[in-house]
Nanobody, 120 residues
Framework: QVQLVESGGGLVQPGGSLRLSCAAS????????MDWYRQAPGNERELVAG??????TNYADSVKGRFTISKDNAKAVYLQMNSLKPEDTAVYYC???????????????WGQGTQVTVSS
């Protein structure tokens, strides 16, 4: 069973910073891509940033220059968020595309989400 656990959310003032973490766990899995999505009440869930196996990154236009996605060898992904704005307020979700060595099946898995609130 694949599990994704996010952490690092919280309340921050405009212009502040937060660093989100997401760890993928599960025996015999290969992680191909990891992405961060966010969803605010009344809004569509949107892709914030993504990273591939070879380290290629992509960002939503709204966060370019402010957010940085990275990963390590322990199947973890991070989102460094700087210069935060009130419109960044949302629940942030980690998504991983994973292949199981047992079933040979590949699919998407989602974390439970972590709340980020940017407010004075």
């Amino acid at each position: 069973q694949v599990q994704l656990v996010e952490s690092g959310g919280g309340l921050v003032q405009p212009g502040g910073s937060l660093r989100l973490s997401c760890a993928a766990s599960g025996r015999g899995i290969t992680v191909y891509t990891m992405d961060w999505y966010r969803q605010a009440p009344g809004n569509e869930r949107e892709l914030v940033a993504g990273i591939t196996r070879d380290g290629t990154t992509n960002y939503a236009d709204s966060v370019k220059g402010r957010f940085t996605i990275s990963k390590d060898n322990a199947k973890a992904v991070y989102l460094q968020m700087n210069s935060l704005k009130p419109e960044d307020t949302a629940v942030y979700y980690c998504k991983a595309n994973v292949r199981s060595i047992v079933t040979l099946l590949r699919g998407d898995y989602w974390g439970q989400g972590t709340q980020v609130t940017v407010s004075s």
